[in-house]
């Protein structure tokens, strides 16, 4: 829907049609994380999307530092860029899964506020039966592009679990 010429509805019916275009979204977004498409991730966002990683703690307290901080798509681009190109770390595999996403809101502008649980299994080589690298939820917003797609224009991954393993090489 083009919402520069459609009315904005925030109703029932509006809000289960933009879960399930989150849904896809999040199930390919997922697919190009784990098949390790660093280079695609970006694609996701808008020009001046907003992406952080960050404690819970850190969230509750409006604190804005995380592991992670990228301010527009430039900088997700140099981000995957970097781990794709120059990083050098153990060979791992990484398993997202998303569930049970909320629509929290439709704003007058179009743009869809939700959250959405995730968390991320990581295997590395010298660990085969891989384990919980982070558990935690995504507070999104999405623009609705003329194309009837979505993009982001805000993701904050907000981690529960205490301890990150090792590093944080790869994107939530």
């Known amino acids: 829907m083009n919402t520069m010429t ?9 809000r289960r049609a933009a879960r399930l275009d989150i849904e896809e979204f999040n199930a390919a ?7 390790g498409a660093l280079e695609d991730w970006p694609e996701f966002f808008t020009e001046d ?14 604190r804005p530092v995380g592991l992670v901080y990228c301010e527009n798509k430039a900088m997700l681009k140099d981000r995957a860029l970097a781990i794709a190109k120059t990083s050098m770390f153990g060979p791992r595999y990484l398993r997202h899964y998303m569930t049970n996403t909320q ?3 439709i704003e007058p502008d179009g743009t869809i506020c939700a959250t959405v649980n ?16 982070q ?3 995504m507070i999104d917003r999405f ?11 805000s993701r904050i991954a907000v981690y529960d679990t205490l301890l990150v393993p ?7």
């Open 6 to 14: 459609a009315p904005v509805c925030d109703d029932a019916a509006a």
């Open 29 to 35: 977004y997922c697919t190009v994380l784990d098949d």
């Open 49 to 62: 999307a907003f992406y952080n990683i960050t404690s819970r703690e850190n969230f509750d307290h409006g």
């Open 103 to 105: 629509v929290t809101g």
């Open 118 to 133: 995730y968390i991320l299994i990581e295997t590395l080589a010298e660990l085969p039966e891989g384990r919980l690298h």
């Open 135 to 137: 558990a935690g939820r």
């Open 143 to 153: 623009q609705r592009q003329d194309d009837g797609s979505l993009l982001l224009s």
């Open 166 to 172: 090792n590093a944080l090489v790869l994107p939530v």
